[in-house]
């Protein structure tokens, strides 16, 4: 019998792209080291240096990998792999990852290879495959294999994929709460400066965003934020009720997330200014909503995410610069969060357009006589 489908493998890809982009960033000024011509010189570059880290850089640097060696150890053992071979080969590409990277980093002006960084990588893989050969031990890899069958439906791991990260994205300051996929206003600049002086000029020009929303269109995209992860979810789910469990959760994570990045950002003791007038609005909306959508077929909530998902990537894109989202942003691009730049930044911008690709997926999949039902108990 075939091993069953992990969606850890692609939570392992996209974890590894962020670290990638995370230690690299911000991927300009790129020289070569100046170490004359004695090539043992470049063989001694190998040798990482060891310059001083605060304490946050240190820590930062041990979780980053823990997530790696947890997930490329568990689709290693539910792909059938033994759990040396799996722990071994999991260390290898965790150190070899790092390795990779630090040496990278003599390339650009505004990083600084390390090696006790390199050492903490690797130590965070370590924990991480220890963790991975635990829950294993503990049986609950197989508790979650027997809950993915009887709540999702088969062929999920994307989709699963996609709850798991979207947290991750809510880390990043966002112009509204909830509110990912600023990337659009971004990438149509990046397409522009490109074009600019050709025949193609004005072509990826949007308009520009004046300033803040108004306060019904405020609570529209802070509900539609929040219920992203639900339509998600919805069209993976098997009953009802199911589903209501899905919505809470999903308030009850962004929350968390949102009172931690704006901890991260102003201190711990502005740590629920983000709640501002038009969220309690958006909550109940989105909750009001949330709970009509749960009763309708799957490919219906499919079709409904897609018409939701392009308003939130519209509304969000709209939204005018502020000054201490502006503050925001430099804290974490220059400051002590450059190292979960990447990690955040991304999954924010292109999380709803993955979850526009997965709700389009299944909105014209009939692969399964029941791929439209959804169970009432």
Same mark, same amino acid.
């Given at each position: 019998?075939?091993?069953?489908?992990?969606?850890?493998?692609?939570?392992?890809?996209?974890?590894?792209?962020?670290?990638?982009?995370?230690? #690299?960033?911000?991927?300009?000024? *790129? $020289?070569?080291?100046?170490?004359?011509?004695?090539?043992? +010189?470049? !063989? @001694? /570059? %190998?040798?990482?240096?060891?310059?001083?880290?605060?304490?946050?850089?240190?820590?930062?640097?041990f979780l980053a990998y823990l997530p790696l060696g947890c997930?490329?150890?568990?689709?290693?053992?539910?792909?059938?792999?033994?759990?040396?071979?799996?722990?071994?080969?999991?260390?290898?590409?965790?150190?070899?990852?790092?390795?990779?990277?630090?040496?990278?980093?003599?390339?650009?002006?505004?990083?600084?290879?390390?090696?006790?960084?390199?050492?903490?990588?690797?130590?965070?893989?370590?924990?991480?495959?220890?963790?991975?050969?635990?829950?294993?031990?503990?049986?609950? #890899?197989?508790?979650?294999?027997? *809950? $993915?069958?009887?709540?999702?439906?088969?062929?999920?791991? +994307?989709? !699963? @994929? /996609? %709850?798991?990260?979207?947290?991750?994205?809510?880390?990043?300051?966002?112009?509204?709460?909830?509110?990912?996929?600023?990337?659009?206003?971004?990438?149509?600049?990046?397409?522009?400066?490109?074009?600019?002086?050709?025949a193609f000029e004005g072509w990826a020009d949007l308009p520009?965003?004046?300033?803040?929303?108004?306060?019904?269109?405020?609570?529209?995209?802070?509900?539609?934020?929040?219920?992203?992860?639900?339509?998600?979810?919805?069209?993976?789910?098997?009953?009802?009720?199911?589903?209501?469990?899905?919505?809470?959760?999903?308030?009850?994570?962004?929350?968390?997330?949102?009172?931690?990045?704006?901890?991260?950002?102003?201190?711990?003791?502005?740590?629920?200014?983000?709640?501002?007038?038009?969220?309690?609005?958006?909550?109940?909306?989105?909750?009001?909503?949330?709970?009509?959508?749960?009763?309708?077929?799957?490919?219906?909530?499919?079709?409904?995410?897609?018409?939701?998902?392009?308003?939130?990537?519209?509304?969000?894109?709209?939204?005018?610069?502020?000054?201490?989202?502006?503050?925001?942003?430099?804290?974490?691009?220059?400051?002590?969060?450059?190292?979960?730049?990447?990690?955040?930044?991304?999954?924010?911008?292109?999380?709803?357009?993955?979850?526009?690709?997965?709700?389009?997926?299944?909105?014209?999949?009939?692969?399964?006589?029941?791929?439209?039902?959804?169970?009432?108990?």
């Amino acid at each position: 019998m075939a091993a069953p489908r992990s969606s850890a493998w692609p939570l392992a890809w996209v974890w590894t792209g962020l670290i990638v982009y995370a230690s #690299l960033h911000p991927f300009t000024g *790129w $020289r070569l080291p100046a170490v004359g011509q004695d090539k043992l +010189a470049w !063989l @001694a /570059l %190998l040798w990482l240096p060891a310059p001083h880290s605060s304490r946050f850089d240190l820590w930062g640097n041990f979780l980053a990998y823990l997530p790696l060696g947890c997930l490329l150890s568990i689709a290693r053992l539910r792909g059938g792999q033994s759990p040396l071979a799996a722990a071994v080969r999991t260390f290898l590409a965790g150190c070899l990852l790092s390795l990779g990277m630090e040496t990278l980093q003599y390339l650009l002006p505004m990083r600084a290879p390390s090696r006790i960084d390199w050492a903490l990588n690797s130590a965070g893989t370590l924990c991480g495959i220890a963790l991975a050969l635990l829950l294993r031990q503990l049986g609950a #890899l197989r508790h979650w294999q027997r *809950w $993915r069958e009887d709540w999702l439906v088969p062929h999920g791991a +994307a989709g !699963l @994929a /996609l %709850l798991l990260s979207w947290p991750v994205g809510l880390l990043f300051p966002a112009p509204l709460p909830f509110a990912q996929g600023q990337g659009i206003t971004h990438f149509a600049d990046w397409i522009e400066g490109h074009l600019a002086g050709t025949a193609f000029e004005g072509w990826a020009d949007l308009p520009s965003a004046d300033g803040p929303l108004p306060p019904g269109l405020e609570v529209l995209t802070i509900a539609l934020g929040l219920l992203a992860p639900c339509l998600v979810g919805y069209v993976m789910t098997r009953q009802i009720w199911q589903r209501l469990v899905l919505l809470g959760g999903a308030l009850a994570v962004g929350w968390v997330a949102t009172t931690l990045s704006t901890a991260l950002n102003f201190g711990p003791e502005h740590a629920g200014t983000w709640v501002t007038a038009s969220v309690p609005p958006g909550i109940v909306l989105a909750l009001g909503l949330g709970v009509v959508l749960a009763v309708l077929p799957r490919r219906l909530t499919a079709a409904i995410g897609l018409v939701a998902m392009t308003a939130l990537l519209a509304l969000v894109n709209l939204v005018g610069p502020d000054p201490y989202f502006a503050e925001s942003l430099r804290d974490w691009e220059q400051g002590r969060f450059i190292r979960f730049h990447g990690l955040a930044l991304w999954v924010g911008w292109v999380w709803p357009l993955a979850a526009l690709i997965f709700l389009t997926a299944r909105s014209v999949d009939t692969g399964r006589a029941d791929a439209g039902r959804i169970h009432p108990l």
